[in-house]
């Protein structure tokens, strides 16, 4: 009985500070000569803010950073959809825009 207590706390408490993602069709990559990278994706309709090539920015090192400009401009050049992942309350479209931005847990590319 403590052990369903237990795991029934842990799924709400859980869902208390649910994370979110948006599942994007990614219009625009840009990435500056500073090294940041700014995303245009249907969620938002505005530019995103998701990493620095040149420096380590809100967790993301350059490594991570330039695999998501790749991941991203092949999403947006074979017509497929980008799903971003971030932690803690939120939404798509009410996402800070350029560096107000969360930094993303994850991207990947949706078929």
């Not at 809100?58 to 799903?83: E, F």
């Not at 939120?90 to 993303?104: N, V």
Request: aromatic letters at 14%.
């Amino acid at each position: 009985m403590k052990k369903l207590m237990f795991f029934i706390l842990l799924v709400v408490s859980k869902n208390v500070f649910a994370d979110f993602s948006c599942e994007v069709a990614v219009n625009r990559v840009l990435v500056y000569g500073d090294g940041s990278v700014n995303v245009f994706h249907s969620g938002r309709n505005d530019y995103t803010y998701i990493c620095n090539t040149k420096g380590t920015w809100k967790g993301i090192d350059t490594v991570t950073c330039s695999l998501w400009v790749g991941m991203l401009q092949s999403t947006q050049n074979n017509d497929k959809k980008a799903i971003f992942y971030y932690a803690g309350e939120g939404g798509c479209s009410s996402l800070g825009t350029y560096s107000d931005a969360p930094a993303p847990v994850y991207i990947g590319s949706i078929k």
